[in-house]
């Protein structure tokens, strides 16, 4: 199991295409949402997967302030299997990552509503009322340094 962390610019078309696939295959296929994936955001992103067997196994992408939100921002958290822990390490590196190469005081994401006890575990608290994006439900966190 590896750990990847890059800037868009470092990517390989391999890596890139893989990442756009797995994402589809979550967000799109799996969850049955029709929503934009590709939105213009991937260019300003650090790109954080594990790649285990060459296949990406967890992914997550960490935006700088100003890109989503005011806040840097976390966001397309995913895991290709449950309940191996890859959830875990790759929330934990996204926040690293995020402290590191942004000097993140605070980090905002855009959770689905039914996660919001994962999140809660790292640190991060709810801070919007529930609202539908794509048709699921979603809350707004922070996590605070």
């Known amino acids: 199991m590896k750990t990847i962390v890059k800037h868009f610019n470092e990517l390989s078309n ?35 997967f594990i790649e285990e067997d060459n296949e990406i ?4 992408r960490v935006l700088d302030k100003g890109v ?16 191996k822990g890859y959830g875990n390490i ?3 590196k996204g926040i690293q990552v995020a ?3 942004f000097n993140a005081k605070a980090i905002r994401i ?17 801070v919007s009322d529930e609202f539908l994006e794509d048709g699921i439900p979603h809350i707004e ?5």
């Open 14 to 48: 391999i890596e890139l295409y893989e990442i756009l696939k797995v994402r589809c295959s979550v967000f799109v296929l799996e969850q049955t949402c029709l929503y934009p994936e590709l939105d213009d955001k991937d260019q300003e992103a650090y790109h954080v």
């Open 90 to 92: 790759i929330l934990e």
């Open 99 to 101: 402290k590191e190469k």
């Open 110 to 126: 855009e959770a689905q509503t039914y996660a919001k006890g994962y999140y809660e575990k790292f640190g991060f608290k709810q």
């Open 68 to 83: 989503s939100f005011e806040e840097v921002s976390i966001g397309r958290v995913l895991t290709t299997q449950r309940n």
């Open 141 to 145: 966190m922070l996590y605070i340094k």
């Open 57 to 60: 196994k967890a992914y997550l």
